[in-house]
């Protein structure tokens, strides 16, 4: 994954160097590469339009392939209760049958999952009409090394305070098809 903004400067400065080599070719007179230049310049013209209009703040092939190419996402149902507190207003969504599908990688220690690509995550936060997280997320197991850790997830640095994410196993009983997914996502007022 790399920063949009990253991307953008590397592709304007590429595009300004292959305007002054169509400048150069058109004063010499080197028309053999007369049509690569421009064609060239076309598709950095095109790729530097994108960025400029693109919401992703990373780029990574599969979010630019889902920002290009929506993918038919199921409409999840879920409920949604909030909570004040003292300290904190909390929101949960717990999602109902089917979950959404969560795409994790397996620890190199065999316990634990990480979510390495977020996008999964902001798919279902998008739907939700909530910010995307910028990053992927360790299970807080491998952090606290607290048992009941296993299948959260959090961003503390998340836009509207702390979003913790749980996972469970979900079982479709019409094809036995099992994976994990998305039970909850809740996000609390307060910094941890």
Request: charged share 20%.
């Amino acid at each position: 994954m790399i920063a949009t903004s990253t991307v953008k400067t590397i592709v304007t400065i590429l595009l300004a160097i292959d305007i002054i080599w169509l400048i150069y070719i058109l004063i010499r007179g080197y028309t053999e590469s007369l049509v690569r230049t421009i064609v060239f310049a076309i598709i950095l013209g095109i790729i530097l339009g994108y960025l400029q209009n693109t919401k992703l703040e990373m780029l990574s092939f599969r979010a630019i392939k889902n920002d290009l190419f929506p993918p038919n996402i199921p409409q999840y149902s879920y409920t949604v209760n909030e909570e004040d507190t003292l300290y904190s207003h909390r929101i949960t969504y717990t999602f109902l049958e089917p979950i959404p599908e969560l795409k994790l990688d397996m620890d190199p220690n065999g316990r634990t999952f990480t979510i390495r690509d977020p996008e999964p995550v902001n798919l279902v936060l998008d739907q939700l009409n909530l910010p995307r997280v910028k990053s992927g997320a360790q299970e807080l197991y491998t952090i606290t090394g607290n048992q009941t850790d296993i299948g959260i997830y959090r961003w503390d640095d998340y836009e509207r305070g702390t979003l913790i994410l749980e996972r469970g196993l979900y079982q479709n009983k019409n094809t036995m098809q099992s994976y994990h997914g998305i039970v909850r996502i809740i996000i609390d007022s307060r910094k941890y």
